[in-house]
């Protein structure tokens, strides 16, 4: 079935030079009660000093809606962990703010379903990295991870939630992401977003089960052909070389390049990593992306606002014109842009040349 997209309008600044804010990550703890292989937080059952108190999280949400009403990514550790994480999500949602949740399904009971939809969360995502218990439990470090997301959908699903499916890309699981799209599909998830590995975190210990950047191509033309084979909304994540490939597939098949540009399957542009999107630490350090470790401001110092619009290294990302290398000479760095937070973790530069490219600009030549 067709997947459904809007017109092919882009976002746009203000006028004054800052892009709309679509959405804010936020580590609202780094407890966890799974051990995952790639994670990007090395969480784990805390506890850590320095969480932004209920407080402070109610004042950097009025903040947030003073820029914009984007999208809230309530996310972790593991967001249920936080005793006060229903308070927060309600307050958002009386701000007008899009609240949605990234918990790992295994403490999802009924009774936590139901105050889900009493705070308003409009949608939540369950990580599938196999397509099987064994897969998915030897990913997440943690016996019956599997069961206890597959549980936790089902719980969710009865309260009306709407839920997602992400997946994680390795060498280890590259084989079950067709399986993993059916299972997705199976329990009735309404979209599957892939996210291709950054090597930040524990993610740095399992390197070597990245992919190649052949294997990264395939993977996303594979992605593009299921675009007319299933009705979930699909959406790569940390793989901002798919928007090249949207574009270049598109003109191959003479079709137009339309997208959706709106909600949390938004298809904008490649890397958003200060440029419509940021990340905001469990103690409040605000960060291009939770894989790019460069704090742009504390919110326990500064308003928000300030900081989104005049933080140098928001400046520096938001200019695309200043990347270097081939992706300085693309003809695709204003969709595309390269990830930024694999750049840095490669050179220690975040704005030199994606690694993981195979494609070569005509001007590179």
């Known amino acids: 079935m067709p997947h459904p997209h809007s017109a092919n309008t882009h976002p746009t600044d203000a006028g004054d030079g800052i892009p709309p804010l679509r959405l804010v990550a936020w580590e609202t703890t780094r407890n966890c009660n799974l051990s995952c292989v790639h994670c990007r937080a090395s969480a784990t059952c805390g506890p850590y000093s320095g969480e932004l108190d209920t407080a402070a999280a109610h004042r950097l949400l009025s903040q947030i809606?003073?820029?914009?009403?984007?999208?809230?990514?309530?996310?972790?550790?593991?967001?249920?962990?936080?005793?006060?994480?229903?308070?927060?999500?309600?307050?958002?949602?009386?701000?007008?703010?899009?609240?949605?949740?990234?918990?790992?399904?295994?403490?999802?009971?009924?009774?936590?379903?139901?105050?889900?939809?009493a705070s308003g969360i409009k949608r939540i995502s369950i990580s599938l990295d196999g397509a099987t218990a064994e897969s998915h439990d030897r990913f997440r470090g943690v016996s019956g991870a599997f069961d206890g997301a597959l549980r936790g959908i089902t719980h969710a699903k009865a309260a009306g939630i709407e839920f997602q499916i992400n997946t994680t890309i390795t060498k280890t699981n590259?084989?079950?992401?067709?399986?993993?799209?059916?299972?997705?599909?199976?329990?009735?998830?309404?979209?599957?977003?892939?996210?291709?590995?950054?090597?930040?975190?524990?993610?740095?210990?399992?390197?070597?089960?990245?992919?190649?950047?052949?294997?990264?191509?395939?993977?996303?033309?594979?992605?593009?052909?299921?675009?007319?084979?299933?009705?979930?909304?699909?959406?790569?994540?940390?793989?901002?070389?798919?928007?090249?490939?949207?574009?270049?597939?598109?003109?191959?098949?003479?079709?137009?390049?339309?997208?959706?540009t709106h909600g949390l399957d938004a298809v904008t542009r490649g890397c958003l990593a200060g440029s419509g999107f940021c990340f905001v630490s469990h103690r409040g350090i605000v960060q291009p992306c939770g894989f790019l470790d460069l704090p742009c401001g504390d919110v326990t110092k500064a308003d928000f606002a300030d900081i989104w619009r005049n933080a140098e290294h928001f400046q520096t990302l938001r200019d695309p014109n200043l990347l270097k290398g081939k992706c300085g000479l693309c003809a695709f760095r204003k969709v595309c842009g390269g990830c930024r937070a694999r750049a840095y973790e490669a050179v220690g530069d975040f704005m030199a040349e994606e690694p993981l490219c195979l494609y070569e600009p005509v001007a590179a030549k």
């Open 65 to 117: 809606a003073r820029v914009g009403q984007p999208i809230i990514i309530l996310t972790g550790g593991e967001p249920l962990l936080r005793e006060d994480i229903f308070d927060i999500a309600a307050y958002g949602t009386q701000l007008g703010l899009r609240m949605v949740m990234a918990p790992n399904g295994t403490l999802i009971t009924p009774d936590i379903a139901a105050k889900m939809a």
């Open 174 to 260: 590259l084989d079950q992401i067709p399986k993993i799209l059916a299972l997705a599909e199976q329990l009735g998830a309404v979209a599957h977003h892939i996210f291709l590995l950054v090597p930040t975190g524990r993610g740095k210990y399992i390197v070597d089960q990245a992919i190649d950047a052949r294997e990264y191509e395939r993977t996303l033309n594979w992605f593009y052909d299921q675009r007319d084979r299933t009705a979930l909304q699909l959406k790569a994540t940390c793989a901002p070389h798919y928007h090249r490939i949207l574009r270049q597939r598109a003109k191959e098949e003479g079709k137009s390049v339309t997208f959706q």
